[in-house]
């Protein structure tokens, strides 16, 4: 006569959103533990930003803190920002685009020449000037991606190149006024004080919904990642951010008020933000952005799971130069013109430092684009900072330098704890 035992009945298993519960302690640990493992991101940048601030602020807080000198903050390191925007998607292959600086500056005269001398309307000049963007990114593509020449090589011969280009079109010496009034108002006008307050209210609404429902599947699918406590964090973040920006924005900084009024988000922000949040969208949330960062990671092996590497190379560059040509209209709006100095001089150095300093790896398949408006918010504080001190511009040069070194020492030391922590 068999007997038969019967199974001791299992744990019933918590249902997904226990499983995925976690506290602020746990999120904190887990963040510890990643920074240990060298996935640092942009955690030295911001923290070097936050004491950067501080300094100067503490110093000269009468001026460096004011309404004005904030505005001017973005209005400084605009174009340096976008042209590190498009660098981050030629780092993250491990690549580079030395010519990204000029490109800027010949897309700029493109535009002032269709919209000034040629007296097109102001978005086909700009749209022009973009499709120059885009075939000077082609053609550094095609040899980069197809010949296998190197960027380093191939670059430099269009940073060269370009410079020729420049003076052709614009003179020795000479200048092409922009004297349009929607490209002049890019860099130097603000949104009215109510629809600063509506994007505000609007963008803190849009991210929080979509960032949520994403939480939320997640969550449903039974998978990690996903946690409601992180998502509520990021979103207060988020909200006393933009309500701080805006409010400050929205403040009086004129210093004569009864001449002129200077009130209200700056056009170039809300450029800055829109072109945040479509290009991080690209990069985190497509099938073209996965495929960028498997190149970056271990081209070899992305060319053997199925994806065109050529073809990723080709869109990264023709990315970085369609960038550059929107961050020379900004340069050019700027400036109210275009000349040959126009994204030249120290623009390229200083946007491949924003990149750097902001998190992105010289080495590949790390970075957003987010590294550069925070690298580049490193950068124009330094600089605004320094000679709001009255420091010779040695010193300046010399500090940023640092800074950027320091950043790619931080850089190479988190690699190598992420490979002996296996995460790379």
């Keep these: 006569m068999s007997t038969t035992t019967t199974p001791a009945p299992s744990a019933p298993t918590p249902p997904v959103e226990e499983a995925h519960k976690e506290t602020l302690g746990t999120i904190a640990r887990d963040y510890v533990t990643k920074v240990r493992g060298g996935d640092v991101g942009s ?75 040629r007296g097109w309307p102001w978005y086909l000049a700009i749209l022009a000037g973009i499709a120059t963007g885009a075939v000077i990114g082609l053609l550094i593509g095609l040899l980069v991606a197809r010949l296998g020449i190197p960027s380093f090589v191939v670059t430099l011969a269009a940073f060269l190149g370009l410079q020729g280009v ?105 450029i800055l933000f829109g072109l945040l949040v479509v290009l991080t969208f690209m990069l985190s949330r497509t099938a073209w952005g ?34 550059a040509a929107v961050a020379g209209l900004l340069i050019a709006s700027r400036d109210n013109s275009v000349s040959p100095s126009t994204g030249g001089s120290l623009t390229l150095l200083y946007a491949v430092g924003a990149a750097v300093i902001g998190g992105t790896s010289l080495f590949g398949g790390k970075g957003r684009i987010m590294d550069a408006v925070i690298g580049g918010l490193v950068i124009a504080v330094i600089n605004n900072g320094m000679l709001m001190l009255d420091q010779p511009s040695g010193r300046v040069y010399l500090v940023t330098g640092l800074v950027l070194l320091l950043a790619a020492s931080v850089d190479a030391i988190s690699r190598r704890k992420a490979r002996a922590s296996g995460r790379v």
């Design 166 to 270: 420049m003076l052709l079109i614009i003179g020795e010496g000479g200048t092409i006024p922009y004297r349009d009034d929607k490209l002049l108002a890019i860099m130097n006008k603000n949104l009215p004080v109510w629809l600063g307050w509506t994007l505000c209210i609007v963008g803190i609404l849009a991210y929080g919904l979509v960032t949520y429902l994403r939480v939320k599947r997640r969550l449903d699918a039974g998978l990690g990642g996903g946690s409601l406590q992180l998502w509520a964090l990021k979103t207060g973040a988020v909200a006393v951010v933009l309500l701080w920006m805006t409010y400050y924005f929205n403040l009086e900084r004129s210093r004569n008020p009864a001449l002129i009024s200077l009130k209200g988000v700056p056009i170039v922000v809300v």
């Design 290 to 323: 996965r495929h960028v960062y498997a190149v970056g990671g271990n081209a070899e092996a992305a060319r053997r799971a199925g994806i065109a590497v050529a073809q990723v190379k080709l869109s990264c560059f023709m990315m970085c130069s369609s960038l």
């Design 43 to 117: 955690l030295p940048a911001v923290l070097g930003l936050i004491f950067l601030v501080i300094v100067f602020t503490s110093l000269r807080g009468e001026t460096f803190t004011n309404q004005f000198n904030f505005a001017n903050l973005f209005n400084q390191s605009a174009g340096v920002m976008v042209i590190a925007m498009g660098l981050v998607f030629v780092l993250l292959l491990g690549e580079i685009d030395l010519s990204a600086g000029f490109t800027a500056g010949t897309c700029a005269a493109v535009i002032g020449v269709c919209a000034t001398e």
